[in-house]
């Protein structure tokens, strides 16, 4: 099960940082995607992460303003949220797929259309102007 939390209201060019704790298993075995899906939009892909040591993907939307990482021992797939925008008023949901569904040169090429074993359940950013 994954527990995604950290959401809020946050003010124009303001800052959130997103958990996206693995409860029961280690995300250490899963690579990591973070969505976001805005009032009467379709859900798209904010960023994904194959490893600790690997090169985070960023939608261009968000490139340079949000940072994803991995705490081992916290078990936690974090997404610092920098210089925050109303556009990016969504509820983000983290998902997790095992390690050995896919090569890491097909997830880093795909990872906002590859599908995923587990969902977090949400957590609401709303970001005011």
């Known amino acids: 099960q994954l527990q995604a939390s950290g959401g809020g209201l946050a003010q124009s060019g303001g800052s959130l940082r997103l958990s996206c704790a693995g409860l029961g298993f280690s995300l250490n075995d899963y690579r990591i995607g973070w969505f976001r899906q805005a009032p009467g939009k379709e859900r798209e892909g904010v960023s994904c992460t194959s490893s600790s040591f690997g090169t985070p993907i960023y939608t261009d939307s968000v490139k340079g303003r949000f940072t994803i990482s991995r705490d081992s021992a916290k078990n936690t797939v974090y997404l610092q949220m920098n210089s925050l925008k109303p556009e990016d008023t969504a509820v983000y949901y983290c998902?997790?797929?095992?390690?050995?569904?896919?090569?890491?040169?097909?997830?880093?090429?795909?990872?906002?259309?590859?599908?995923?074993?587990?969902w977090g359940q949400g957590t609401l950013v709303t970001v005011s102007s």
């Open positions: 998902a997790a797929v095992r390690s050995r569904t896919y090569s890491s040169s097909y997830y880093n090429t795909r990872c906002f259309q590859v599908g995923y074993d587990a």
